[in-house]
């Protein structure tokens, strides 16, 4: 069975940090990239950035470049957001999709297999 389990959401002030989890099973994780995309109430779902298991992270907005930093590791089927210097603008529901191979080079939604479920992020003081 597919999973991919987002965690470490949470409340933060803003200017704090967070790391978000992406942990996969149940296909070859290795084989997949891993993007993460974020949905604001009423607005459609937003494309962040991805990695493969080759190549360095794909931004696909250029705003969250300097603050989002992805990572890998493979020996744990995990994905991991850091988020630094965190806005109340970045406050919504993070997801984290698979699609075989290689990062979409759009970054649409549609284009990735597998999505997590979620997990909120909330900046405020």
């Known amino acids: 069975q597919v999973q991919l389990v987002e965690s470490g959401g949470g409340l933060v002030q803003p200017g704090g940090s967070l790391r978000l989890s992406c942990a996969a099973s149940g296909f070859a994780f290795n084989d997949y990239a891993i993007g993460w995309f974020r949905q604001a109430p009423g607005k459609e779902r937003e494309g962040l950035l991805c990695?493969?298991?080759?190549?360095?992270?794909?931004y696909y907005v250029d705003s969250v470049k300097g603050r989002f930093t992805l990572s890998r590791d493979n020996t744990k089927n995990t994905v991991y957001l850091q988020i630094d210097n965190l806005k109340p603008e970045d406050t919504t529901v993070y997801y984290c999709?698979?699609?075989?191979?290689?990062?979409?080079?759009?970054?649409?939604?549609?284009?990735?297999?597998?999505w997590g479920q979620g997990t909120q992020v909330t900046v405020s003081s």
């Open positions: 999709a698979a699609r075989p191979r290689y990062c979409s080079v759009s970054g649409r939604e549609r284009d990735y297999t597998y």
């Open positions: 990695i493969n298991s080759r190549d360095s992270p794909l």
